[in-house]
């Protein structure tokens, strides 16, 4: 367990020296302003990380969360029209989240049963979207339900009520991860799918349940992107290798079953933050790509020292003379 | 007339163009064991993943306890009250003993989440199961492994259990008391399907015997009434002439070609041993007491402080590396994962280490390829249907040949450690493999060979050493050999036997 919350501390420990380091130098960077643009900024990032994180628990990838949260926006620029108010609002926000739930069943039948592979599978998914958002959208028009977008940014102070929403969510999640039947269930399918199939679980369902989960909360990702463009654009989305990014800095293993919702969460909290910090040193934003490059790579490095340590020490080692116990 | 716990009736099924099964009809009563007999390849594991719901056969029925199985899916097997222990194990490696044993019993059996670690505790310890319920099961020996999968199988209550080769890990006093747990079941009325290619140890528990043959059942048979040869003799279809090839004394005073001295690792040592040229060195001794790590440090693979040396020359341990420069072979047990590219074809196996020989200015050149392996594929009698078939589609014999093939080819081999070289293989093809080994000694190489069976040991080996908690502590001369004289070292050469099922290397701290 020990272990399992290595990448939780690491990402709490970055969002915190950057933001102490960014607040001794720039004053700016604690203003409410800031700290609430910063929180409404992580949202769509850190929703879909949540959603990649299943497709990541169960062993697969979903590089086709960026263009589905593109079409989520464009989709809103038609179903939630400034000319309309109130109740006749809820079906042009479910138009959205029909589009989530219709493009994870297509990837999970892509990978279960035409058998692709995930990272093939929603790759070509991902240009069927974006290809799908440019025809409905030639060009950034049309612009999205006010009302909408302020009541997804509505908050109590400069902290957005969504955001408080997705931390208990985080927590809720790695909860059922780690100390439920179900969460075992996942994991299991994760490691070892024919193990998981032996033992009579439906290993199917569980992964296009991930799938579905992963598209259906990028599409709720899509609506915090909606709200803040404010404007049917098909060419917004691009957190399709941030939301890997994220799940992996926050735990997740790239062979499935390993992972944490919260260091997820974190991650992608992280993640905005460096977006956010380098324009206040007018540093260009080019720097953020690379840095979160060199952070993965060292992430991946330092989740793994436990093995590396063992095996530097397993070679210096005095070795014992025998610890066989009798058979 | 005792009634029917699983019955399977007119099963066939092909893969691609392999017919694994053809019409093949096989019943359980309750309270009976049933003993499967085939060669590999004979479609035993096939018929096992038929009756479990694993695989949907073409044609044919399954009945378990006289309600037909119809959607074929493990859960629904299991649901009829089918129980399976499969030969390569149903374990997420990646999760806890305790979490596997959650997972193994059905929905409405199992405990508050919470209480999982206790239950698993008592669960394992009424199976006599001395394993620590919260070590990953990656880290178990494979003989824990397999244990803990006929325990799991058990723990869905069933009326009927499959065995899949129960005891390839196990060492002689582990598979009696697995035998024993298996008798309890029988007389608890439970049908139990017994899959094995050691014979004279299902023999010893069965009340009937099916043999297949390339998918087509041979008959039934009261066990009390057919004897050995001519099961063997159903099973391969010619009468087996000699099981091992024949040995010619070692000269008195054969160059050393293989020294151990005070060789130790992490689970044994410290060792002290000489292999002279022409000597096929048998290690005997009950599972999970170093043989394997011995073997795999001398390779390179596992680390260990020591000295050996090949031929005079000191080896180099501290990776493969250095023991393959010298000459110094392992060969695998685990094909799948250590001896073999499993999807890659049998040519590119066999040819895989020696490729610089093989090409000029940096492309291979296909034609000396095929040369190049052609006499020692048709000596050593690779069945196959050409030379392009991915090696994951032969039979374990025939995979186990290529990787002899694979070792051969190198022409530098002067020591070959073979760990459990016939495990999985099937008879005839047990018999190529031993000559194989032999014509290779002969030819002046040393080979080690560590193996589970005592009579393919006494068989195929000129001594044999016995190893016990990492040390040697019997050494068996060539004129002492016997299946029973190695049964009686491994079981004399541990004193105060009281050790629980599996007790093998026991779960790291």
Redesign the interface.
Known sequence: MKRGLLPLWLMTALIVALGAYTAVHQSAFLSKENLNSLLLEAMPLVIVSLGQAMALLVGGFDVSVAALMTMCVVTASFTLTPTSSGIALVPGALALVGVGVATGLFNALLIRVLRLPSIVATLGTLSVLQGASLLLRGYPQGAINTDVTNALTSGVGFVPLAFIGVVVLAALADGWLY???AG??L??VG??E?????????TGRTIVLAFVVCSVMASIGGFYLAAEVQVGSPIIGNQALESIAAAVLGGASLAG??GSFFGTLLAAFFLTEIDNVLPLFQQPTEYADMTIGALILLALLLYQSPELIAWFR??RR?????????? | MTSDVLSVRGLSKAFGAVQALREVSVDCHAGEIHALVGENGSGKSTLLGIASGFLAPDEGTVEIGARRLLHHSPAAARRLGLGIAYQDYSHVLGLSVAENVYLAVPADARPAYGRMQSWAEETLAAFNLDIAVTAVTGSLSLAERQLLEVAKALLTRPQVLLLDEPTTALGPDAVERLHTLVLEQARAGVGIVYVSHRLPEVLAVADRVTVLRDGVGQGTFEAASVSEDALVALMIGRPLKVAFPERRVLPEQAEVMLAVSGLRGERFGPIDLVVRKGEILGIAGAEGNGQVPFLRALAGVERAIGNASCGGAKLDMRSPVGPLRAGVVLLSGDRRDEALFPVLSVRANATIQILRRLARVGIVLRGRERRAMAELVERLRVRMASTEQPVQSLSGGNQQKVSLVSSFLRGDVKVILAEEPTQGVDVGARFDIYEALRAKAEEGIAAVVKSSDPLELSGLCDRVVVMSRGRIVEEIPRHELGERRIVEAIVGSRPGVTAAVGEGEGAPA
């Open positions: 100390r439920t039947r075992l269930a994991r299991a490691l070892d024919t193990s998981s199939r032996r033992l009579g679980m439906s079953g390993r397993s070679a005095r070795i014992d003379p025998v610890k066989v116990p009798a058979t």
